[in-house]
Nanobody, 124 residues
C-alpha cells in the first residue's frame, strides 16, 4: 500500500509560481512512475506531468510544457512540480499519483494510488 501526501498549493496571481510536493510512504518496484493530475470545477481530471523513479523519463501535457517542471528526490521519496508563469486556467485541485509504467508515454500509465489533492488558485 502506497500513501501519498501533497502539499504546496495556494493562491497566486497570474504570472506567479508555486511548487507542489508529493511524498510517498514507500517506493516500490511495482509502481515505477509518479504523476501529477489536476481537476478544475466542472471538468474531468487531466494529466499534467509524470516522471519515473529510475532513469530520466519525463512527460508533460501540452498546456504546461515549458512552464511546469517535474522532478524527484529519491532518498526523500518525494516528487515536485514547479509551476511557473501560472495562468488562471491552471486553477484546479492537483493530485499526485503512483502507477505502473506502460510504454514511454507516461500519461498512459496505470495510476492506482492517489493523494488527497491540493488546491491551486490563480487569480487574474
Amino acid at each position: 500500500q502506497v500513501q501519498l501526501v501533497e502539499s504546496g498549493g495556494g493562491l497566486v496571481q497570474a504570472g506567479g509560481s508555486l511548487r507542489l510536493s508529493c511524498t510517498a510512504s514507500v517506493r516500490t518496484f511495482s509502481r515505477q512512475i509518479m504523476g501529477w493530475f489536476r481537476q478544475a470545477p466542472g471538468k474531468e481530471r487531466e494529466f499534467v506531468a509524470a516522471i519515473t523513479w529510475i532513469g530520466s523519463t519525463i512527460y508533460y501535457a501540452d498546456p504546461v510544457m515549458g512552464r511546469f517542471t517535474i522532478s524527484r528526490d529519491n532518498p526523500k521519496n518525494t516528487v515536485y512540480l514547479q509551476m511557473n508563469r501560472l495562468k488562471p486556467e491552471d486553477t484546479a485541485v492537483y493530485y499526485c499519483a503512483a502507477g505502473q509504467q506502460i510504454g514511454t508515454n507516461l500519461s498512459r500509465g496505470r495510476y492506482d494510488y492517489w493523494g488527497q489533492g491540493t488546491q491551486v488558485t490563480v487569480s487574474s
